[in-house]
């Protein structure tokens, strides 16, 4: 059960996030410099954040895996609007598929950490929380199944609406945003592998900024030598987009875990 001061902590986060999302939203769109990057960090950084919250929440994964798809639609139609362009637009797919690989690359990583993890306690004979492979009842699987055509259904609908073609994104597109949706997604494991355990809370973090900041600074260069073409970046935008992210993202999960909302027990 959640103590009062969990409560009151969830909710001023949930309600700072509306508000920014509201400000994002209706912010004068002729904004240039950093502040235009502030426009695709924040949408990102909640992506993150989501992916995150879907990861580790100890909600029925029938629950918060719907909920992060449908968080995750918001945070992209947040990001269109502030940038004044129509779902249907060709920049809205590209956007599309960085937050859906950003959010897969988060999740599949922390999955299979997890698993790592109880594999390493079995083979020292330590008891988990948890079995290697979790049992699943039918009923479990008969909701899965049912939200998982649900949400394919509905995915297959949008698509037709938005009259979206096959090769609506192009591969060097393509694999220039899942560069960058890789790179966001370190940017969040590393906050979040510092934030879990017990102690050394501040060298951790500090060290996860350091970390972060690295990969904000080599980033352009990443770019430069696996596609040839930096995509007009500069390094003082990498590292703002690398701290941007680092900064929303502690912001938002330092409180829940001081308040032992996540991480202390483990």
């Known amino acids: ?4 001061t969990q409560i009151v902590v969830i909710a001023l986060v949930l309600v700072v996030h509306a508000l920014a999302d509201l400000a994002l939203v209706t912010a004068d769109l002729t904004i240039r410099g950093s502040w235009e990057l502030l426009i695709f960090a924040w949408p990102m950084s909640r992506v993150s954040l989501i992916a995150l919250w879907a990861s580790i929440s ?46 897969l690359i ?60 096959s090769d609506v994104v192009e591969w060097e597109d393509f694999c220039f945003f899942s560069m960058v949706a890789l790179h966001n997604a370190a940017f969040a494991l590393l906050v979040l592998a510092s934030l879990v355990g017990r102690t050394w809370l501040l060298r951790r973090i500090l060290l996860a900024l350091a ?21 007009g970046g500069s390094i003082a935008d990498f590292l703002f987009v690398a701290g941007f992210q680092a900064a929303y993202l502690y912001a938002t999960l330092l409180p829940l875990r001081l308040t032992g909302c996540f991480g202390s027990h483990q």
Not at 1 to 4: K, N, P
Not at 74 to 82: F, G, K, P, S
Not at 137 to 151: A, E, G, K, Q
Request: hydrophobic share 55%; net charge positive.
């Open 106 to 165: 988060v999740c599949v990583a922390i999955s299979a950490g997890r698993l790592l993890w109880r594999w390493r306690r079995l083979r020292k004979g330590l008891q988990s929380e948890e079995p290697l492979i979790p049992q699943y009842s039918l009923r479990f699987l008969l909701l899965w199944t049912t939200l998982l055509s649900i949400m394919l259904g509905a995915g297959r609908i949008m698509f037709g609406w938005l009259e979206w073609a």
């Open 1 to 4: 059960m959640r103590t009062r």
């Open 211 to 231: 970390m972060i900041f690295a990969i904000g600074y080599f980033e352009m260069a990443m770019f430069s030598l696996i596609l040839g073409d930096p995509r």
């Open 58 to 103: 100890r909600a029925r994964s029938y629950v918060r895996f719907p909920v992060a798809v449908v968080a995750t639609a918001w945070a992209w139609c947040v990001l269109n609007m502030a940038l004044d362009i129509s779902l249907d637009h060709e920049i809205s797919a590209v956007l599309a598929t960085l937050f859906v690989v950003q959010a």
